[in-house]
């Protein structure tokens, strides 16, 4: 999507090991998140940015850091990949206070294969 | 891109007809929905949004009406295309921000 690009957009990695998905926009939004997908499941909030260095937890963080320390990039970070975490992530961005409706811009999606 | 392999509701339509897809909610406290399209292997796209002061709104081909009494969310799809093959799935926020596992709808030509 326009103003917001994913890397790697696929990725897979051995369990034990660090992961770091990066989510980079170019619209100068304030807001940035990070959801997960599986099947089963609506998308899960990981984590979250409203600002740079200011990030808070969603409902899915445990096993996930995030950072922020430029508008443009927000990470997340799997400090130790397991296999319960293969699954396609998706970062988003949004301008709006409560990060909603046609200002929350989604990526194309990485997807993570632990093995 | 990126897409899931998600064993969801399937709906399959004939190109020409008019589709609905449903969504129950489940948080009587929330206040705005949307509904999201997403095409294999890209990302959620937003359609149309609601807030619950409003039962109906429509946009281009689509429509959204909201039930709050059976708090159910449906859309619907004019003259469904082609090109409206994908997943839908809606979203509700109340004191937070939560997506359905959605409906996968199949056009046939």
């Known amino acids: 999507d326009a103003g917001i690009t994913q890397s790697p957009r696929h990725k897979v990695t051995e369990t034990g090991t660090p992961v770091t998905l990066r989510c980079h926009q170019t619209e100068n939004h304030r807001y940035m998140y990070w959801y997960r997908q599986d099947p089963g499941h609506g998308l899960r909030l990981i984590h979250y940015?409203?600002?740079?260095?200011?990030?808070d937890k969603g409902e899915v963080s445990d096993g996930y850091s995030v950072s922020r320390s430029k508008t443009e990039d927000f990470l997340l970070t799997l400090e130790s990949a397991t296999s319960s975490q293969t699954s396609v992530y998706f970062c988003?961005?949004?301008?709006?206070?409560?990060?909603?409706?046609?200002?929350?811009?989604f990526g194309s999606g990485t997807r993570l294969t632990v093995v | 891109g990126e897409s899931v392999g998600l064993h969801l509701p399937t709906l399959s339509v004939q190109e020409g007809d008019n589709s609905i897809i449903n969504c129950a909610y489940s948080n009587s406290a929330s206040d705005y929905f949307i509904w999201y399209k997403q095409e294999s292997g890209k990302g959620p796209q937003f359609i149309i949004d609601?807030?619950?002061?409003?039962d109906k709104r429509q946009g281009q081909r689509v429509t959204v009406l909201l039930n709050k009494t059976v708090k159910h969310l449906s859309l619907q799809i004019a003259a469904t295309q082609p090109g409206d093959s994908a997943v839908y799935f809606c979203?509700?926020?109340?004191?937070?921000?939560?997506f359905g596992s959605g409906t996968k709808l199949n056009v046939k030509p």
């Open positions: 940015s409203y600002g740079v260095k200011d990030t």
């Open positions: 609601i807030r619950s002061n409003m």
């Open positions: 988003a961005i949004s301008d709006g206070v409560r990060g909603v409706g046609d200002g929350y811009t």
């Open positions: 979203a509700e926020n109340g004191n937070k921000f939560y």
